[in-house]
């Protein structure tokens, strides 16, 4: 079954490049997704950049890169990258300073890039979302939500945030949905907003086992 086998996140107050490490070595073969967001409300953000330790190639999944007057430097974007055994430290960059810089990292099991489901909207208010996706029954769906106000957000049901909503920029995800869904975010200010997200595909596989009365089988013989 799909599971997240560890997740953290990290915050800086300002800064173009932000970087944590996973708690535990990671297993080869499985997924890394990396969140990453902010804002600068002076200037534009281009997509950001990620790398890190073991020299793995990240693949953007979905981002929103929202520029101009009112909205700049509102970015959120969902990255992942194939793992290998042993520890490893992530960063990211981006063209100009995020205030603040959130990065939330997370190691996924049991679950496959291909046929990745992805979606990203914006809006202006106390809430986001993204535009309404089908979600896969046992993947994982990881989004990366923020606001330029200073605010705290709460989860959209069936979703946990990754560093408990505070200061205006957070990681939400689930396990536990499937169907239609808009991963609904909701912040305690209006203000303009963001959100991308990724769902990912269960590879697990069920084996069903037969039960039924036994068969008794009888062997002939003979004698010369």
């Known amino acids: 079954m799909a599971s997240i086998v560890q997740r953290t996140s990290f915050r800086l107050g300002t800064g173009t490049s932000i970087s944590g490490a996973f708690a535990s070595n990671l297993a080869s073969g499985n997924i890394i997704v990396v969140t990453v967001g902010g804002n600068n409300n002076a200037a534009d953000v281009t997509p950001v950049s990620v790398a890190d330790s073991q020299s793995n190639t990240y693949t953007q999944a979905a981002a929103v890169n929202e520029t ?24 990211a960059t981006a063209s100009a300073a995020l205030n603040p810089a959130f990065l939330g990292i997370y190691e996924l099991s049991n679950v496959t890039t291909a046929d990745l489901v992805v979606s990203s909207g914006t809006n202006t208010g106390a809430s986001g979302s993204v535009a309404s996706f089908t979600a896969y029954t046992n993947g994982i769906a990881i989004a990366m939500a923020s606001n330029l106000s200073d605010s705290t957000l709460t989860a959209g049901t069936n979703y946990t945030l ?11 995800f689930s396990t536990t949905i499937a169907g239609a869904n808009t991963a609904p975010i909701f912040f305690s200010v ?18 069903f086992l037969q039960s039924g009365p036994k068969r008794q089988y009888r062997r002939e013989g003979f004698r010369r």
């Open 68 to 91: 101009g007057a009112g909205q700049k430097g509102d970015y959120e974007a969902v990255f992942y990258a194939t793992a290998k055994s042993g520890a490893d430290t992530v960063s």
């Open 162 to 172: 990754l560093n408990g909503g505070s200061n205006q920029t957070d990681s939400q």
């Open 190 to 207: 209006s203000g303009h907003n963001g959100e991308a997200l990724a769902d990912f595909k269960s590879t697990a596989v069920a084996i």
